[in-house]
T-cell receptor
Framework: EPEVTQTPSHQVTQMGQEVILRCVPISNHLYFYWYRQILGQKVEFLVSFYNNEISEKSEIFDDQFSVERPDGSNFTLKIRSTKLEDSAMYFC????????????FGPGTRLLVL | GQNIDQPTEMTATEGAIVQINCTYQTSGFNGLFWYQQHAGEAPTFLSYNVLDGLEEKGRFSSFLSRSKGYSYLLLKELQMKDSASYLCAAYTGRRALTFGSGTRLQVQP
C-alpha cells in the first residue's frame, strides 16, 4: 500500500539555524499539507499546497516558514531561522484528486531545537 | 473560531465496547474525521462522516449529527492494540483539518 514518507525521522538543530524537512507524498496525490504537533499537544495545521502554490496557511505559518515542490515527487518545509518553540513533530500529509478531503499522514520528523 | 472538544482519557476492558464523543463548533463545516494515533506515530485515517448517521467499518463505527455539532466513534470487541489516542478533526472546506486534543484510550486486560 502506498504511503507518505518523510526524512529525516529525527533532526536536532541549533536555534537560528535553517532546517529543511522533506516529504514524498503518495504518487498520484495532488494536495499536500504540513502539520505540526508539539509534544503533548494537538495536531495543528500549518499549510496546504496545490497546483504549485499555497492554498491555505495558518497563523503559525509566518515568514520563517516556506514550502516548495522542487520536483515531481518531493515536498519540502523550510524553517529559515529556528526557534526553541519550533521543537515539534512535523507531519506531511497528502490527498488524492478524487477524495481531497481525506488526508494520509507520513510518519513525521521530530525536530528538536536547542 | 474553531472549538473541538473530546474527553482527555478513557479506560476500557479488552473485549468491551467504548464510545468516544466529540463536539465541535466551527466556522464552516464539511465533515468530521476520526484518526487513530499511537504514541510517537502519525495519525492514521479511520473514518469520515459528511452526512448525519452511522457509518460502520468493521469493529469501528462513527456517527455524526450536524444539527447537534456532535460525533462519536464506537469501538467494539476492544483489543489491546486499540490502546492509542483517537483524534476528532473537522474539515471546514479550507483544505485544512482542525483537530481536537485527542482522547487517550487505555485498554486493560
Amino acid at each position: 500500500e502506498p504511503e507518505v514518507t518523510q526524512t529525516p525521522s529525527h533532526q536536532v538543530t541549533q536555534m537560528g539555524q535553517e532546517v529543511i524537512l522533506r516529504c514524498v507524498p503518495i504518487s498520484n496525490h495532488l494536495y499536500f499539507y504540513w502539520y505540526r504537533q508539539i509534544l503533548g499537544q494537538k495536531v495543528e495545521f500549518l499549510v496546504s499546497f496545490y497546483n504549485n502554490e499555497i492554498s491555505e496557511k495558518s497563523e503559525i505559518f509566518d515568514d520563517q516558514f516556506s514550502v516548495e515542490r522542487p520536483d515531481g515527487s518531493n515536498f519540502t518545509l523550510k524553517i529559515r531561522s529556528t526557534k526553541l518553540e519550533d521543537s515539534a513533530m512535523y507531519f506531511c500529509a497528502s490527498s488524492p484528486r478524487d477524495n481531497q478531503e481525506t488526508q494520509y499522514f507520513g510518519p513525521g520528523t521530530r525536530l528538536l531545537v536547542l | 473560531g474553531q472549538n473541538i472538544d473530546q474527553p482527555t482519557e478513557m479506560t476500557a476492558t479488552e473485549g468491551a465496547i467504548v464510545q468516544i464523543n466529540c463536539t465541535y463548533q466551527t466556522s464552516g463545516f464539511n465533515g468530521l474525521f476520526w484518526y487513530q494515533q499511537h504514541a510517537g506515530e502519525a495519525p492514521t485515517f479511520l473514518s469520515y462522516n459528511v452526512l448525519d448517521g452511522l457509518e460502520e467499518k468493521g469493529r469501528f463505527s462513527s456517527f455524526l449529527s450536524r444539527s447537534k455539532g456532535y460525533s462519536y466513534l464506537l469501538l467494539k470487541e476492544l483489543q489491546m492494540k486499540d490502546s492509542a489516542s483517537y483524534l476528532c478533526a473537522a474539515y471546514t472546506g479550507r483544505r485544512a483539518l482542525t483537530f481536537g486534543s485527542g482522547t487517550r484510550l487505555q485498554v486493560q486486560p
